[in-house]
């Protein structure tokens, strides 16, 4: 069974660190990156990182570079989202998906400002986790 299971979100206050996993199971992350999502109340999901497993290479958006960092553990399938300093705008179910390393990379070669990866190019998603920051 192909999944993505989640864990590790919870409530913290302003400063305050968390580390999401995403455990992969029944397929092989070969070919693919692994991106973390986020969908706050009454806003869209939009990706906030990628992490690419052939090569370990990353990409974060500017609202998260340099607190958030995102790691693979090639021997556990598992993928990991370490976000420090965390603000009350970072409030949000949080996801991780699997989408295939070419789209990733066609996206990152495109001239900004770049559109986002459609939903329907992730191919598995976890079931999400909730993030909440108070002030």
């Known amino acids: 069974q192909v999944q993505l299971v989640e864990s590790g979100g919870g409530q913290v206050q302003t400063g305050g660190s968390l580390r999401l996993s995403c455990a992969a199971s029944?397929?092989?992350?070969?070919?693919?990156?692994i991106a973390w999502l986020r969908q706050a109340p009454g806003k869209d999901r939009a990706g906030i990182s990628f992490i690419s497993n052939s090569d370990g290479s990353t990409f974060y958006v500017d609202s998260v570079k340099g607190r958030f960092i995102t790691s693979i553990e090639t021997a556990k399938n598992t993928v990991y989202l370490q976000m420090n300093n965390l603000k009350p705008e970072d409030t949000a179910v949080y996801y991780c998906a699997a989408v295939k390393e070419s789209i990733v990379r066609t996206w990152k070669n495109s001239p900004p400002p770049r559109k986002k990866i459609p939903t329907y190019a992730y191919e598995y998603w976890g079931q999400g986790t909730q993030v909440t920051v108070s002030s």
């Open positions: 029944g397929f092989s992350l070969d070919s693919y990156a």
